[in-house]
Nanobody, 114 residues
Framework: VQLQASGGGSVQAGERLKLSCVVSESIFNFDRMAWYRQVPGKQREMVASLPKIGPPDYAASVVGRFTISRKVADKSIYLYLNILQSEDTGVYYC?????????WGQGTLVTVSS
């Protein structure tokens, strides 16, 4: 399984970005798709997740600002990052969970300047 993330960049606080993750097989092969964020010196944290069935879940710090979505036909998931804050800076990884087996993309860097 391969996941290819893209869309990161450097923006000013208040701006927006769209992250994309293309998966090498159907995203419905996985129980859950998610985006994680990692900052140097800290643990990787879940930012948004989307189960195969059921509503999405978000970290408290991004509720109302980030939106996770999927497009099955494109084997892709997306993360819309709105009203970005400097605290959102980090490397964003897409993740696929298949019954406990975890698959990761290579990460895409988001830098937010205040």
């Amino acid at each position: 399984v391969q996941l290819q993330a893209s869309g990161g960049g450097s923006v000013q606080a208040g701006e927006r970005l769209k992250l994309s993750c293309v998966v090498s097989e159907s995203i419905f092969n996985f129980d859950r798709m998610a985006w994680y964020r990692q900052v140097p010196g800290k643990q990787r944290e879940m930012v948004a997740s989307l189960p195969k069935i059921g509503p999405p879940d978000y970290a408290a710090s991004v509720v109302g600002r980030f939106t996770i979505s999927r497009k099955v036909a494109d084997k892709s998931i997306y993360l819309y990052l709105n009203i970005l804050q400097s605290e959102d800076t980090g490397v964003y990884y897409c993740n696929a969970d298949a019954g406990g087996s975890q698959y990761w993309g290579q990460g895409t860097l988001v830098t937010v300047s205040s």
